[in-house]
């Protein structure tokens, strides 16, 4: 006897394969203790930008992908093959696809249903996304509920005729299931400690996947992982003595330092470099002094109470006249000037 295939998942199974045709980015997305009005509300916003949200369960799911598969390894189609099976390692849980078209942004979708969050009660059985803490304070409950504090060890006293928590108590840790006499409390005080919303669980972009937390690394952080990286190769080969692009320079700079070293020994030879270091080791507070003064001007450390005073002015004008550090060539005012046309 020939099994009939249903209907809606023939449809289902066309609706997938479209989608993957003709969209390249998708997200695999977590529902759990999300409501179908709230993502038919999302579907709703999402398709005005051409964004497709995609539910169904784990073994139609499976079952469309590795069907895919076989159908791509015949036609010759490897690569769109392998996608197919590297979007197969993304169905695990409660799960569901949305595709991106080409212009939208991973990253800017991603943060943007994670903030779409839905403030709900702690229900009895589920666990707990979050630690959960009773505040001290009054509870608005009469007397005769004393006990039921007491059942979950929450100091309390009477105070005007209410019962009143003592000091802050934490009634839930997160992941383990909220137990029914914390939930009846959290509902008597008007607590709703959970936010619920859809989760992004797995990133899917031309044919790759990977988490979706790798979207949280910046740049700054893969810069400088890359920089350590060189700097552990160039150790490495200079102390191995194999030359390399990352230890060459290095290499480079330590010879210079040595024929400088001998420069500064004999009095035979000299070039430029070699005169700016025997200046510098004649006089090092000068150096110093000319290398702080670009710094604060470029920071901004001109302070309005610095402006000369009158009767500075008219010394100033002299030395200009005398030909003094204002006039003749102008060299350091013409350095004042590109280094605050720079800043």
Known sequence: ?????????????????????????????????????????????????????????????????????????????????????????????????????????????????LDDKVQTAAKAGIAAPDDVFVPPGPTGQDPSQTGFFQALDIPTKINRGQVEILSEVKLITKGEKVGRSAAELLTMLNIKPFYY???????????????????DISQSEVAASFNEAIRSVAALCMALNYPTAASVPHSIMNAYKNILAIGLGCSTYSWDNLDKVKAILADPSAFAAAAAAPAAAADGAAPAEAAPEPEEEEEEESSVAAGGMFGGSGSDGDSDDSDSDSS
Do not use: W
């Not at 197919?84 to 695990?92: C, I, R």
């Open 197 to 215: 919303g859809i989760s992004v669980e797995y990133v899917y972009d031309n044919g790759e996947v990977y988490p979706s937390d790798v979207l």
């Open 1 to 113: 006897m020939v099994h009939k295939v249903p209907q809606r998942k023939l449809e289902y199974a066309a609706r997938l394969n479209d989608y993957l045709d003709r969209y390249h980015k998708a997200l695999s997305v977590g529902v759990d203790n999300v409501g179908s009005k709230s993502i038919a509300i999302k579907r709703k916003e999402l398709r005005s930008r051409d964004i497709h949200i995609l539910m169904g369960k784990n073994t139609i799911i499976r079952k469309v992908l590795t069907m895919r598969m076989d159908r791509m390894e015949e036609e010759g189609k490897m690569k769109q093959c392998k996608n197919a099976e590297n979007m197969l390692n993304m169905v695990h849980g409660n799960i569901g696809f949305i595709f991106l078209p080409k212009g939208e942004s991973i990253r800017g979708l991603r943060d943007e249903l």
